[in-house]
């Protein structure tokens, strides 16, 4: 099961991901797109990997920009699954 | 161009269309799914209609719930149309 990171933790993850930050214990980013069907590209893609993950993170859509929220419920906090689903977030919304 | 609907207007249709409330100058709704794949493929269906439309809710997506804010930003406020998005949205939920 996945193990809440310390603070400490959380914070080395943030330097590394620096576009993602900690709001309320879960970690976010806002990607900005071209249009609507660029968002419902990348949410879709996040959604495949989010059911192969069975870790889903928080998605809101708002036309050309679209908010992911992500923590783990069961470790009550922010964990490595997290940073990795930020992570293949931020690969694919780089590779358009 | 839409035209704003009076207060009068939206309450009316808020009677018509119950499942809906009235925020801030926006109407949403809630919808409640089996899991996340359900919520995924409502949320595809309707950025379909929302592109055919080119009128476009705001999407908020939390596992096995979607809500769907929406107004007419050119009319500073609630339309016809966004009840016409509302009703499509119902049905399409209701249909599964």
Request: aromatic share 10%; charged share 30%.
């Amino acid at each position: 099961m996945a193990t809440k990171l310390s603070d400490n933790e959380v914070a080395k993850q943030l330097e590394r991901a620096p576009d993602w930050s900690e709001i309320s214990g879960e970690i976010q980013r806002t990607f900005q797109f071209d249009d609507f069907k660029q968002s419902m590209a990348f949410v879709n893609r996040v959604a495949d990997y989010a059911e192969r993950a069975q870790h889903h993170p928080d998605m809101m859509i708002r036309y050309d920009k679209v908010t992911l929220t992500v923590s783990t419920h069961d470790a009550g906090g922010i964990t490595a699954q997290d940073f990795e689903l930020a992570d293949y977030c931020d690969s694919i919304a780089e590779a358009g």
